[in-house]
């Protein structure tokens, strides 16, 4: 069974950094791209970015670029998605999603990490 | 970033069918998948290339697409339908992009 877990809700402070993980399972890690998808409260979907573990091949919308990093371990078959400073407008859903390549759909989500920046 | 407009609610009476629209320039020749996301969960995958349905969505649930408009149609549409619907694509370069989404109501 495909399983994407993401690490749990964090509260953090304007300016903290931050890394929050996904840990895929049930597939060959290194054959799917694995995306990243922001939920601010109460609003949609956007694309932040996506990795191809085998590889570490990495795109970014134009929108998060330099705002975030996207990386991956493949050995320990998990995703990350960092911030060095992070701002109050950070707070939002972030979810991981699994996808056959960077122009093609999500087939298996993640159960959606919380973050709250707040002072 | 690529625009893809859908109408931000539909509402139907229980067992009517639903239709949902998502326009985009590039829909005739890019694929349209759609998301369902119930309250407080992760989005699911509906349809995808436009028509398919994945292993164990409904049959109720179909999707076409025709010039710049793809639609996904419930039929007999129930409360466990309602839902925030997402329609999702690419421009010509291939960059990925979200509808704004689409709030189906069933009363």
Redesign the interface.
Known sequence: EVQLVQSGADVKKPGESLKISCKGSGYSFTTYWIGW?RQMPGK????MGIIYPGDSDTRY???FQGQVTISADKSITTAYLQWSSLKASDTAMY?C?RSPS??????Y????TLVTVSS | SYELTQPPSVSVSPGQTARITCSGDTLPKKYAYWYQQKSGQAPVLVIYEDTKRPSGIPEKFSGSSSGTMATLTISGAQVEDEADYYCYSTDSSGNPSFGGGTKLTVL
Do not use: K
């Not at chain 1, 949609?44 to 694309?47: F, I, S």
């Open positions: 998808v949609g979907l956007e694309w919308s134009p929108s979810y999603a960077p122009s093609r759909h999500f087939d989500w993640g159960q959606g």
